[in-house]
């Protein structure tokens, strides 16, 4: 009788669980396939950015080519290319350390970096430099 008992209440909970999972933050595959019907947009950061570890970055911020974004608090919502710093000073990354410093990540993934690179460099540095003046 005992044993018969023990069994009803496994299968009472198990369809229990079956028909409908409990709403709790310990069961978060309740929310998989609900749609809120809201879009979330997080960074766009442009290639060769780099940001410090531990950096915060407000939902929807632009990071533009080549930054390096450090220091504590957030930085602006738009940061143009080459910029060097963070919330509290920032200042035109120099092209020629951009490239070197491209140069070396692109040793490290057994990559040269050529005549095209530095062209393409140069020209995104050439049309940035009104946002730069404006961003300062």
């Known amino acids: 009788l005992v044993l ?18 409990p709403r709790s933050t310990l069961f978060p595959y309740t929310t998989l396939f609900r749609s809120t019907g809201t879009k979330f947009l997080g960074a766009i950061i442009g290639d060769h950015t780099k940001t410090a570890i531990n950096t915060m970055l407000n939902t929807a911020t632009v990071l533009g080519f080549s ?28 092209l020629s350390k951009a490239e070197e410093t491209a140069s070396i990540v692109y040793g490290r993934r057994d990559k040269t970096f ?15 430099i ?7």
């Open 114 to 128: 050529n005549s095209i690179d530095k062209k393409l460099f140069e020209k995104i540095f050439n049309l940035t």
């Open 67 to 94: 930054c390096n974004i450090y220091g504590a608090g957030f930085p602006d919502k738009y940061i143009p290319s080459y910029t060097w710093g963070g919330c509290e000073i920032s200042e035109t990354y120099k």
């Open 130 to 136: 009104k946002e730069r003046k404006e961003y300062k």
């Open 4 to 21: 018969i008992s023990i069994y009803s209440c496994f299968f009472f909970f198990f369809f229990l669980m079956i028909r409908r999972p």
